[in-house]
């Protein structure tokens, strides 16, 4: 699959066209990476059955880039890029990942000291030769230095969402083998973790060599680390490895258990086969020299005197000990999330986000019972944010969409609500008069995010006092990798969530994952209601929720937790 590829190299334009300044194209490009990011098909595929027509009729590909696309799958390379690259000779995707340093900024280190890369960064930083430049100054200087520590900490590391459309692709490819007996995914992936440092896969078959071979030569794969019939490890052209195991099938639980880890959790349960006098390896549960459990990993639970753990809490936190108490957590599901209320559309603008119908209909398509259109406010003006009239505009076209619904007998409905921005003092950039009128509000912070701790929680608290106000969006702020939480005390936000009855988001873009398992689990203690939502700008981002419920199960959440699992009906009357 080229498209991953082609949509980092999109991404990657972009962000030198808006070093040279180019105004308008850069949108283009993102918007095309976008949708290549999200696309189900293969590019190579569609270009081989249709050609440039039919690769121009992927969302945003026009003429020009359908060529590169070609230029790309025939050649390797697109010219237009290898050009911009030696003009800018930057490690451009490494230095935008530095907090605070932007497109503009990474030009002017460049032409006046010659900044390539994050080391030439760190001597300019460490040298203090940064914090003279105009536009710079101390603080800034500050900033960078802390970004390329907070850099240095995260390093090596995947999103989970970046690397997981891949790990898909080579699942399904595997399972073709008429060999493979049964595969899964093992790791941290299968644990959902947010970042991953490479993947696991396991298969059962009694013909290694076959899958090995066929592993080894897959079309992305840059380099081999270890090939044997079965043990394999590969570094795939986007950057991370992946380690592929195959077993005999009387082995596959055992072996499954022990690949999906945590390494803490083995080491648990190993204790705990060890106290009944049996013995838990890759290769089953034994007593003595006889395997007496192995196949699956029920099986293998089983046969050491537990139930079934889901592979999401096995991080030994507790886990243990709640399942010998019987209370393990029944976690909540893909299939009892009945709506995604933090959604965007392109009202009032026509961008790369996507129209309210073509969200609908994709909400539709999942099976959704509902839709919540929440579009930002006035006071975000990159992303054309509303002001009252239009909000109550798009109130308007909303309530005449619904009673035509209703009119076919068709029970879908749309919500609408709106993704305010809680100003540094607390207040909120939509008037009171019109959030009244919303059927839920969500608010955000989208700006000063440097607070203090103090200031910062009295800011938060103040929003969720507001009556007015539903939702908490992404409410530590984090990005992965890229920014750091809010300076803020979290106990104390839970503590005003619970008693102000505000819902805590879990963010499930896969950047934010906000709140992550670990806070998911504080809010559960104090009895925090939560929302998992996608906050989808486009419509191939609704299938994000796969990424929230992993980070809701790695907070032991349930059913009962989660708000968008109620009805319409239930959740509008929890919003009032
Ligand atoms: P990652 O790749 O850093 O995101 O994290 P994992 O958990 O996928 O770690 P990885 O790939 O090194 O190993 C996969 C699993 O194999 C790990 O979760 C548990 C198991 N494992 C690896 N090394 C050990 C070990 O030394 N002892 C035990 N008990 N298990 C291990
Ligand atoms: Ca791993
Ligand atoms: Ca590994």
């Known amino acids: 699959m080229k498209n991953q590829e082609l949509s980092k190299i999109f991404f990657e334009i972009a962000d030198y066209l808006d070093i040279e300044g180019v105004s308008f194209k850069p949108y283009a490009y993102r918007k095309v990476a976008l949708s290549l990011e999200s696309l189900k098909e293969d590019v190579g595929e569609i270009y081989r059955n249709g050609g440039l027509?039919?690769?121009?009729?992927?969302?945003?590909?026009?003429?020009?880039?359908?060529?590169?696309?070609?230029?790309?799958?025939?050649?390797?390379?697109?010219?237009?890029?290898?050009?911009l690259k030696k003009k800018l000779p930057l490690k451009l995707d490494e230095l935008l990942k530095v907090e605070s340093l932007g497109p503009k900024k990474i030009k002017v280190l460049y032409e006046k000291l010659g900044v390539k890369n994050l080391k030439d960064l760190e001597k300019a930083a460490k040298k203090h030769k940064i914090s003279p430049l105009f536009g710079f100054g101390e603080k800034t200087e500050q900033n960078i230095l802390q970004g390329l520590e907070f850099l240095k900490q995260s390093k090596g590391r995947f999103l989970l969402g970046e690397i997981m459309p891949t790990v898909k692709v080579v699942i399904e490819r595997l399972k073709i083998l008429k060999e493979v007996k049964e595969i899964s995914v093992a790791g941290s992936v299968r644990r959902q973790k947010e970042t991953i440092g490479d993947i696991d896969i396991l298969v059962a078959s009694d013909k290694p060599k076959k899958i090995a071979d066929y592993f080894?030569?897959?079309p992305e794969v840059e380099k081999i680390w270890a090939e044997g019939a079965t043990k394999c490890s590969v570094r795939f052209k986007q950057g991370f490895d992946i380690d592929l195991r195959v077993v005999p099938q009387k082995s596959f639980g055992s072996a499954l258990q022990y690949f999906t880890g945590s390494?803490?959790?083995?080491?648990?349960?190993?204790?705990?086969?060890?106290?009944?006098?049996?013995?838990?390896s890759e290769y089953g549960v034994f007593s003595g020299a006889k395997q007496i459990a192995g196949k699956t990993e029920e099986e293998v639970y089983k046969a050491i005197g537990l139930p079934y753990i889901a592979p999401e809490i096995r991080e030994d936190d507790g886990e243990i000990q709640a399942v010998l108490q019987g209370k393990l957590p029944k976690l909540v599901e893909l299939k009892d999330i009945k709506g995604d209320l933090h959604c965007h559309t392109n009202f009032g603008d026509d961008n790369y986000k996507d129209s309210l119908e073509v969200m609908y209909r994709k909400a539709m398509e999942l099976g959704y019972e509902y839709i919540g259109i929440s579009d930002h406010t006035k006071f975000l003006r990159i992303e054309n944010g509303l002001n009252e009239k239009q909000l109550l505009d798009q109130h308007k076209e909303i309530q005449k969409i619904n009673e035509k619904f209703n009119k076919q007998g068709n029970k879908f409905r749309i919500l609408h609500g709106c993704e305010a921005n809680v100003?540094?003092?607390?207040?909120?950039?939509?008037?009171?008069?019109?959030?009244?009128?919303?059927?839920?509000?969500?608010?955000?912070?989208?700006?000063?995010?440097?607070?203090?701790?103090?200031?910062m929680t009295a800011r938060i608290t103040k929003a969720m006092e507001n009556p007015n106000v539903d939702i908490f969006a992404h409410p530590t702020g984090r990005l992965i990798g890229n920014r750091?939480?809010?300076?803020?005390?979290f106990d104390k936000i839970l503590e005003v969530a619970k008693k102000t009855g505000t819902i805590l988001e879990i963010n499930a873009t896969p950047i934010r994952l906000d709140l992550n398992g670990f806070n998911i689990r504080r809010a559960k203690v104090h009895g925090v209601k939560m929302i998992i939502n996608t906050d989808s700008h486009r419509k191939e981002q609704l299938d994000f929720m796969e990424y929230g419920i992993?980070?809701?199960?790695?907070?032991?959440a349930e059913k009962s937790d989660i708000v968008n699992t109620l009805s319409a009906e239930k959740l509008l009357e929890y919003f009032k």
């Open 53 to 83: 027509e039919a690769l121009k009729a992927i969302s945003g590909v026009g003429e020009g880039i359908a060529k590169a696309i070609e230029e790309y799958l025939k050649t390797g390379k697109i010219k237009h890029f290898e050009e």
């Open 216 to 218: 080894v030569s897959m």
């Open 263 to 280: 390494k803490e959790h083995n080491i648990a349960t190993r204790k705990i086969a060890i106290e009944k006098g049996l013995k838990l």
């Open 423 to 455: 100003m540094p003092d607390g207040t909120l950039d939509i008037k009171d008069e019109v959030l009244e009128k919303l059927d839920y509000v969500i608010v955000g912070v989208h700006s000063n995010m440097k607070m203090e701790k103090k200031e």
């Open 484 to 489: 750091e939480e809010y300076q803020m005390d």
């Open 550 to 556: 992993g980070q809701a199960h790695r907070g032991w």
